[in-house]
């Protein structure tokens, strides 16, 4: 079981900002499906979600105890790449011209509780990523390198 306290606040809230990511992308997913919204090849698609919701979950729980190589994985995989895919059709959408007013206007239900999820999806993930950098957070992956370094050597020393 984890120390709590060892786990300073940035990181304990990186964790619960990551949690909130993945639970708006399971529920975004989860709305889409059950909407009739997801087309042809909906169960690829969910595959692929499942695979990278699994794989963030695995990737926050050590990044939670310290590991870097998850920390950085989040920041590239899901900091950059994951909110790319979040953000880049409603940029482009924008950029050519699209009205938010109207689509607020035209949108059903389903429609706003999407956009809503998708609102708190992105911050989740910027707040995340902003709070896994923060001084503290920085010590404390520091820290853990090297108490793993010094449990390595004393290993080898028996």
Same mark, same amino acid.
């Given at each position: 079981? +984890?120390?709590?306290? $060892?786990?300073? #606040?940035?990181? $304990?809230?990186?964790?619960?900002?990551?949690?909130?990511?993945? *639970? #708006?992308g399971i529920f975004e997913t989860?709305?889409v499906v059950a909407s009739g919204?997801?087309? &042809? *090849?909906?169960? &690829?698609? @969910?595959? %692929?979600?499942?695979? @990278?919701?699994? #794989?963030?979950?695995?990737?926050?729980?050590?990044?939670?105890? *310290?590991?870097?190589? #998850?920390? %950085?994985?989040?920041? @590239?995989?899901?900091?950059?790449?994951?909110?790319l895919s979040l953000v880049a059709?409603?940029?482009?959408?924008?950029? +050519?011209?699209?009205?938010?007013?109207?689509?607020?206007? +035209?949108?059903?239900? %389903?429609?706003?509780?999407?956009?809503?999820? $998708?609102?708190?999806?992105?911050?989740?993930?910027?707040? &995340?990523?902003?709070?896994?950098?923060?001084?503290?957070?920085?010590?404390?992956?520091?820290? $853990?390198?090297?108490?793993?370094?010094? +449990?390595?050597? *004393?290993?080898?020393?028996?």
């Amino acid at each position: 079981m +984890e120390n709590i306290e $060892r786990i300073p #606040a940035p990181v $304990r809230r990186a964790r619960t900002m990551w949690a909130v990511a993945i *639970g #708006a992308g399971i529920f975004e997913t989860v709305l889409v499906v059950a909407s009739g919204q997801a087309g &042809a *090849g909906a169960a &690829a698609g @969910v595959a %692929v979600r499942v695979a @990278v919701f699994a #794989a963030a979950a695995l990737a926050v729980a050590q990044m939670t105890a *310290g590991r870097q190589w #998850a920390r %950085v994985a989040l920041a @590239v995989g899901l900091g950059v790449f994951g909110l790319l895919s979040l953000v880049a059709d409603p940029l482009l959408w924008l950029a +050519e011209g699209g009205s938010p007013l109207a689509v607020i206007r +035209e949108s059903g239900p %389903v429609d706003l509780l999407f956009g809503a999820s $998708r609102a708190v999806h992105v911050t989740a993930v910027l707040a &995340a990523c902003a709070l896994m950098f923060q001084p503290a957070a920085n010590r404390y992956f520091r820290t $853990r390198r090297a108490a793993r370094r010094r +449990e390595t050597v *004393g290993t080898y020393a028996r």
